[in-house]
């Protein structure tokens, strides 16, 4: 059975730094396309960034130049360094999974909360 578990979450000063990580288990991780949503209070889920087999990347306008996604296949992890954070990118972060076959897996989630 396949999880995925973010962690890395906590509590940080406005203009700080956090990593987030997401450990997915199973043996379908290098072949997953890895990709981090949030959302916050109040708001719906929204995309944040994605990076696919092939290692290029996606990110959302409003975290272009300050959040980085990595992937470690030999870990079976995928990485989110944050910098210059923002009031703004409070939520809960989620880490996604999507198979070749188009099957998402999803974790619980992991809360950053950004003080001002």
């Known amino acids: 059975q396949v999880q995925v578990v973010e962690s890395g979450g906590g509590l940080v000063q406005s203009g700080g730094s956090l990593r987030l990580s997401c450990a997915a288990s199973?043996?379908?991780?290098?072949?997953?396309?890895m990709a981090w949503y949030r959302q916050a209070p109040g708001k719906e889920r929204e995309f944040v960034a994605r990076?696919?087999?092939?290692?290029?990347?996606y990110y959302a306008d409003s975290v272009k130049g300050r959040f980085t996604i990595s992937r470690d296949n030999a870990k079976n992890t995928v990485y989110l360094q944050m910098n210059s954070l923002k009031p703004e990118d409070t939520a809960v972060y989620y880490c996604?999974?999507?198979?070749?076959?188009?099957?998402?897996?999803w974790g619980k989630g992991t809360l950053v909360t950004v003080s001002s």
């Open positions: 199973g043996s379908i991780f290098s072949t997953s396309t």
């Open positions: 990076i696919e087999i092939s290692s290029n990347t």
């Open positions: 996604n999974m999507r198979s070749v076959w188009a099957m998402d897996y």
